[in-house]
């Protein structure tokens, strides 16, 4: 599915998802070097440059991790959520592949010790959900696996 919605060009966004790849949109006003990064299609004054990534990912509106560990839900561990918990958000999305899945309680505890907020749902919905709280100007963080 691809969005189509005002960019903030300052920020990461999800720009598409489907299966076994996102898209996002990079800060124009960044230097993220972006190796797969390409200019989307359109006059010049309103191009954007976006990535196509095709392995778990953490967006914020201010970061870009393209190397997660966990590929899937099984593979997700305390040090990966630790991860999250140190990004500094309010609240996480954790994006768990084709459908909701739920994750052993001790994997999220150090989500819980920080006082992050987290939601559960398939990638899908938290990039969709992503989208939204981060033009809401929240503080926010997706962890996706692909779909």
């Keep these: 599915m691809q969005f189509n919605l005002d960019l903030n060009r300052h920020s990461y966004t999800i720009r598409a998802?489907?299966?076994?790849?996102?898209?996002?949109?990079?800060?124009?006003?960044?230097?993220?070097?972006?190796?797969?990064?390409?200019?989307?299609?359109?006059?010049?004054?309103?191009?954007?440059?976006?990535?196509?990534?095709?392995?778990?990912?953490?967006i914020t509106p201010q970061q870009l991790i393209r190397d997660w560990p966990p590929q899937t839900l099984q593979d997700l561990a305390e040090d990966h959520t630790r991860t999250l918990a140190e990004l500094g958000v309010e609240v996480v999305?954790?994006?768990?592949?084709?459908?909701?899945?739920?994750?052993?309680?001790?994997?999220?505890?150090?989500?819980?010790r920080a006082r992050v907020g987290y939601e559960l749902m398939d990638t899908a919905a938290a990039c969709r959900t992503y989208n939204i709280l981060m033009s809401d100007g929240r503080r926010v963080a997706a962890a996706l696996m692909m779909i």
């Design 17 to 58: 998802y489907g299966p076994g790849s996102v898209t996002v949109t990079l800060p124009m006003d960044n230097d993220d070097p972006a190796p797969a990064a390409l200019d989307a299609i359109g006059p010049a004054a309103s191009r954007i440059r976006q990535e196509v990534i095709t392995q778990s990912l953490i």
């Design 93 to 112: 999305l954790l994006g768990c592949g084709a459908r909701l899945q739920w994750p052993d309680s001790r994997v999220l505890a150090p989500l819980m």
